[in-house]
């Protein structure tokens, strides 16, 4: 089943959903202590596994290696050899255990209620049952801190219902959108701080217009964009063809990139990273 028939089925179960609320409550981790970092803001069940076949490398000193797992997921390592899957749901996920998750409600592709009791730190980035979450944490050679969006539930808003999540290593800060439903106010734009490295939803329905999301590149300014979150290679083009009169367009190899501030682009750049897992 792919990732695109899955979130169908499950925006059918939206009720479903709701009552797993309290269990996610539940689990919800603890958050450990802030500290300062490079890029810190301008202010103060079940699906069946499909674990991606990857073995991990050592990253070398001032890069972080970036793999494109599929949909909103991506396998961040730093050099210090810590490992992060963005928007983990539990079946698009690397064959070992990595340290940190990130996870976002919006769909139940975006997270799940059972992660893996090896993985040693999981940011819910919504309100469980205790507040709007704020993260601010280091671990190993990463820092990470959230900025809280809005998403739309039915004709409502949930306020802090999504989670930017920005990570800080190797002298590059790397920002996840996950499933963004807003354009930027002032005040998200400081909180996230300089940004190098945007990873962005493209598909221009579930999330943003993809003129919204155009908008909200142009607001970052990040050296470098990575598309995410397309269902279909019909619609990645269908943004790529909009951006292109603004932004240079460069695809990658494969779904294994190396990144590092050596070789982020003097303009904004637009970098295609196929995904293992399509969708």
Known sequence: ???????????SRRRWRAGLFPLIALLSAPMTPALAAGCSPAIAAATRPMPVAFTPAATAAGTVDLTFL???????????????????N???????VPDIVTMNHAHITHYTDYPDPGIKLVLRGWDTGSGIPHYDLK???VHIHSVPTNIRVGEGTEFGGNSIF?????????????HLHQTLEPEHLAEMGQIDVLI???????????????????????PLVIPMHYFTPAVLDRF???????YP??????????????????????????PINAG
């Open 166 to 178: 920005v990570f800080d290593l190797a002298d590059l800060c790397i920002a996840h959108l996950s």
């Open 139 to 141: 671990w190993g050679d």
């Open 240 to 246: 790529l063809r909009l951006v292109g009169d603004r």
């Open 70 to 88: 599929g949909h909103a997921s991506f396998l961040i390592q730093s050099p210090g050899g810590v490992s992060i899957v963005t928007d983990y």
């Open 200 to 222: 962005a939803p493209v598909d221009g329905a579930y999330t943003l217009g993809q003129r919204d999301i155009l908008e909200v590149i142009d607001q970052v300014k990040a």
């Open 1 to 11: 089943m792919t990732v695109a028939a899955i979130f169908m089925f499950m925006v």
């Open 90 to 96: 539990g079946f698009i996920r690397p064959d070992f």
């Open 249 to 274: 367009i460069e695809r990658a190899d494969g779904p294994h990139v190396t990144l590092s501030r050596a070789k982020l682009p003097r303009k904004t750049t637009i970098l295609v990273v196929p």
